[in-house]
């Protein structure tokens, strides 16, 4: 047994609130260095940060298991019991706050070793409760005993149940269920409160300390470490439970352990209450034995401390473990039950690996520091001893450090914010171990990287841990709400911001979308009720105030909401105020506003629908004004019967219609009433009709809202705004496009004005006997393939022919031109019927919508008459026929050809024919056309009947039969394409 140390010293024994660790502190800054030892990192810090206030960072330093502050230079410390540098420093002043606690079987020993060995130069002091006066006697016979009387009164106040104890006050529970459960409670019926663990990280501590202290909480929940010192202005202590489980088992509270929680109740002259919740009987209630010694600060002296060698001898493991296992002397003090450290070190010492790399005083020591790793997660010594024996491989084996990227990788384990309470508290737990290990000087070949490698994760980790325990017991609405719930209802703070959120003194309690209140969804069940009374005091007025500026809005903070897969909406600022629904017509529907909105009364709903029908009105005219312009024309008198319905039948479908849908009204009209669609700005196209201010994205969405509203289905997906192309394989998206203004072929939709003017170029092309295909610049901007350009080319009535050799024809200098005629035009074609004489004029290319021509010519649909199957010609081969194979030329030609100089042609000319849109028609009932075609029978180069064209190159080829589609030979410069169209070469300037 070492001898102790008989320095002068002084104690300073009282209850709580009489000034001792403020006295301590104001000692150990009046002399030129010193170190205070306390029980808690949590009070360590907060005297940390008190002399840091006075003295200055670089002067002041802080060292606990898993934090450590140490400036060069720096000559006061604020340590934990445990890390007090005994050996390697010398100070001025040293003191050890509550030393009372010498009698925990815990860490006892601790204490009563500081008060034992540790001393200052020239002052000590020792700090506790005034029933460690008899072992200061008995142990430090020469010390000075100061008693300090308490500054305030404390009083017992009775049991109390949680929902009536008064503001400022404390509950003290012995387990982090118990905390849990009253921090619930206390949220739901007062707005929350503060959490307080010995668990927790000093930020952590301090973040939900602040907001008590604020006045942002009323309430503070806490486990019995806020007894050791912590200064908090509390009025009252509740105790929850009067008994805890020790480590052993669980056991009532002793009178002094009472006395030290609730002597946090009153703050230096303001008195203090304490008392229970629950009934005045029973296990959880106060005996009067207990109460009046609390109040008189009269507690039974403590007889015993706990101790262990503090300085133990280290020859041997067998030394060490003897050492430590003896037992005091004096009757003051007893052996201090077995700890953990001494647990894992007889663990260690039972492993032979271990015995043989233990041999010398340092090898001892380096072990015995392993052994003294805290269990900060508390998982079992099983646990706890496998990482000391891993530890102490990495420490006993090559350099003696821990591997870097294993540690790394424990902390990179950590590194997760997500998780309730108890997973952020275990993880903060695991964080305190490598933060230990980290400021171990010798441990780590980078101990000052990875030390504040664990400092950020444990703030990291600490900040989310605050969150969760703010979000779970802190409901700052609620309180704000239960505080002024008596005031009248003419001065509650409602306020509702830009984005309609409402907010109470600064507190959120929900959205106000449109006319519509939605409680916060991160309210609970039984707050939602309370959120919607508060809101509904003042939003009565505000609603009206807030439908007169609907109605004085201007038109811009109007809009349709049309979101595919649901129903067209109209919105005020983003919110929906209306709904559409069937009405007499496409464009007149019903507008009906906002339940919220008709709750305001008849007459303000009257006045928004009224508004929002101005509004509908002049979208119309922006938007769809064609189709209002052929609605007002159907009405007029002066409009011919048959344009009046025709017009009503393309309002009817929105605008944009297939043309063989009207097929049969556009065969009733003469040309004067077409000219009529054509000045209302329709286009009679090959395909469809339309009008080019209707292709618009804005037109196009008000379309296909109105076409939903009407069929009462959800709203189709509009394409991609100003997109020519697009390829859709969902078929809701390809009956969005087609209602849009889009054609499909295949997957591949094509914008109809597109279409149109593809067919325009192919006129274009016929009358100017020129070739057109996927090369020609046009197509090329479009970005066609060659499949889908046939593919449009062959529905819009063209087909595809070999163009023949271009031919010169001789004529006299003094003669006209001579009429040209088509390549392809058969006299007597039973499929060619006449084609119009004239075409308006071409405009220039334009790939936006609206610049197709009015119209494109298109075969009527009257059937041609039917002629004797001998005269009639083949049908027009499916695909373009492969150029026809010329022979090689002889020797005698190429030297005749090389003396002219002269190259032969290629065949150049027009490669398509029009032919006219396919129109199914009935079938004639005894010998008419189709019989006639059925029977007649198919003629083949080869000169078989039936059968299969040959395939060439993986591509169908058909050859020109002799005599088909032949011309005379004065016809040679016709351009392809015959009838209407052979004077639009003259009208192109072909023959200037």
């Known amino acids: 047994m070492v001898e102790f140390s008989r320095a002068s010293v002084t104690a300073v024994l009282g209850p709580t609130n009489t000034g001792k660790t403020h006295l301590a502190v104001e000692r150990l800054c009046a002399h ?15 005297v940390y940060d008190r002399v840091v206030a006075i003295k200055g960072p670089k002067e002041v330093a802080l060292i606990t298991g898993e934090e450590k502050i140490e400036p060069p230079g720096a000559r006061w410390y604020l340590c934990t019991a445990e890390s007090m540098p005994l050996k390697d420093r010398d100070f001025a002043f040293v003191a050890l706050d509550e030393a009372q606690l010498g009698m925990d079987p815990e860490r006892g020993h601790i204490f009563t070793d500081r008060m034992l060995r540790a001393r200052g130069r020239e002052e000590t002091m020792i700090l506790g409760s005034e029933a460690l006066a008899p072992m200061v006697r008995a142990l430090l016979p020469d010390a000075e005993i100061i008693s300090r009387p308490r500054f305030s009164t404390l009083s017992y106040a009775g049991a109390r149940k949680l929902s009536r104890l008064p503001k400022r006050s404390a509950i003290v529970a012995f387990s982090a ?29 301090n973040a939900q300390v602040q907001m008590f202290l604020n006045g942002d909480v009323d309430y503070l929940v806490a486990t019995d470490a806020i007894g050791m010192g912590l200064n908090l202005d509390v009025s009252h202590v509740a105790f929850a439970s009067l008994r805890k489980f020790d480590g052993r088992h669980t056991r009532r509270l002793t009178v002094s352990e009472m006395a030290q929680i609730a002597g946090r109740a009153g703050r230096h002259h303001k008195d203090g209450t304490f008392g229970s919740l629950g009934a005045e009987d029973g296990d959880g209630a106060f005996r009067p034995e207990e109460i009046s010694a609390i109040e008189e600060h009269e507690f039974p002296r403590i007889e015993q401390l706990f101790w262990r060698d503090g300085d133990p001898q280290m020859d041997s493991i067998d030394a060490l473990i003897g050492a430590l296992e003896v037992r005091p002397d004096g009757p003051e003090l007893r052996a201090a039950p077995q700890a953990i450290d001494l647990a894992v070190l007889k663990a260690m010492a039972d492993a032979s690996e271990v015995r043989e790399q233990v041999r010398t005083h340092k090898d001892v020591r380096r072990l015995w520091d392993i052994c003294g790793l805290p269990d900060f997660q508390k998982l079992g010594m099983e646990h706890h001893h496998r990482m000391v024996a891993r530890l102490w491989r990495f420490r006993s084996e090559g350099d003696g450090h821990v591997p870097r990227d294993w540690f790394a990788q424990n902390i990179a384990r950590l590194d997760n914010v997500q998780g309730d309470v108890d997973t952020l508290s275990g993880r903060i737990a695991a964080a305190r171990t490598w933060a230990y290990i980290a400021h171990r000087p010798d441990w780590l070949a980078h101990p000052a990287e990875m030390a504040e490698r664990t400092r950020a994760l444990e703030q990291k980790l600490s900040d989310a841990l605050h969150a969760a325990l703010t979000q779970r017991f802190v409901d700052r609405r609620t309180s704000v709400l239960l505080r002024d719930l008596g005031r009248k209802t003419e001065h509650l703070p409602v306020n509702v911001d830009s984005d309609g959120a409402v907010q109470v003194d600064g507190e959120t309690l929900g959205r106000l979308e449109g006319f519509r209140f939605h409680v916060d969804p991160l309210a609970r069940g039984g707050d939602r009720k309370l959120l919607l009374a508060a809101a509904e005091r003042r939003l009565g007025k505000m609603l009206n105030v807030q439908a007169e500026e609907l109605i004085a809005a201007p038109d811009a903070e109007f809009s349709l909401l049309a979101e595919a897969g649901g ?3 109209i919105a005020w600022k983003g919110q929906k105020v ?14 009906r506003t906002d339940k919220a909105i008709m709750a305001l009364g008849q007459d303000v709903s009257n006045r928004v629908t009224a508004r929002l029908g101005a509004w509908m009105k002049a979208q119309h005219e922006k938007h769809l ?17 048959v344009v009046r319905a025709l017009f009503i039948q393309l309002a009817d479908a929105g605008g944009i219609v297939a043309r063989q849908d009207l097929d049969d009204a556009l065969n009733l009209l003469d040309k004067e009433q077409r000219q009529l669609l054509r000045k209302a700005g329709f286009t009679i196209g090959v395909l469809d009709i339309y009008h080019h201010a209707l292709l618009k994205p804005g037109a196009a969405q008000w379309r296909l809202a109105l076409m939903a509203v009407r069929r009462e289905k959800p709203m189709l997906p509009l394409p ?36 149109e003017r593809i067919a325009r170029g192919g006129h274009e092309a016929i009358a100017k006997n020129e070739r057109y295909d996927v090369t020609s610049p046009f197509i090329v901007s479009l970005g066609l393939s060659e499949k889908l350009f046939n593919h449009i080319m062959r529905n819009a009535g063209f087909r595809p022919i070999t163009p023949a050799p271009a031919e010169t024809p001789v004529v006299a200098e003094d003669s006209a031109p001579a009429e040209t005629d088509t390549a392809i035009a058969v006299q007597g074609d039973p499929e060619t019927p006449p084609m119009p004489t004239e075409l308006p004029p071409l405009s220039p290319p334009d790939v936006h919508p609206g610049s197709t021509p009015d119209e494109t010519p298109v075969l009527p649909d009257e059937p041609a008459p039917a002629v004797p199957p001998a005269e009639t010609p083949p049908l027009i ?20 050809e090389s ?47 039936g059968g299969k064209p040959r395939k060439q190159d993986g591509r169908q080829a058909r050859e020109n039969k002799p005599g088909r589609f032949s011309r005379p030979e004065k016809a040679a410069d016709r351009p392809a394409g015959g009838g209407a169209f052979a004077g639009l070469a003259e009208l192109l300037g072909r023959n200037d």
């Open 578 to 591: 209306a709904s559409l629904h069937p009405g007499p017509a496409l464009l007149s529907p019903e507008v």
């Open 567 to 569: 129903s067209p909406t």
């Open 899 to 945: 003396a002219e100089g002269e190259a032969q042609a290629e065949p150049q000319g027009a490669n398509w024919v029009f032919r006219g849109r396919y129109k199914p028609r009935e079938r004639s009932v005894g010998g008419g056309r189709n019989d006639a075609r059925q029977s007649r029978p198919a003629h083949h180069p080869s000169g078989k009947q």
């Open 625 to 641: 004004a064609p189709l209002s312009t052929i609605l007002d024309q159907s009405t007029q008198a002066e409009t011919p019967a």
């Open 720 to 755: 991609q705004a100003g997109a020519v192309l697009l390829t859709l394989s969902s078929r809701d998206e390809q009956m969005g496009a087609r209602h849009a203004g889009y054609r499909g072929f295949g997957d591949t939709q094509v914008r109809i004005d597109m279409v």
């Open 32 to 46: 030129s260095s010193g170190m205070m030892g306390f029980p808690l990192r949590l009070l360590a810090r907060e």
């Open 177 to 205: 269920e118990e905390v849990y459960a009253v921090a619930e409670m206390l949220r739901r019926l007062r707005g929350g409160a503060a959490v307080v663990m010995g668990a927790l990280s000093p930020s952590t501590r």
């Open 877 to 896: 081969p499916e695909e373009t026929p492969a150029p026809p194979v010329e022979p090689p030329a002889s020797p005698e030609a190429e030297v005749a």
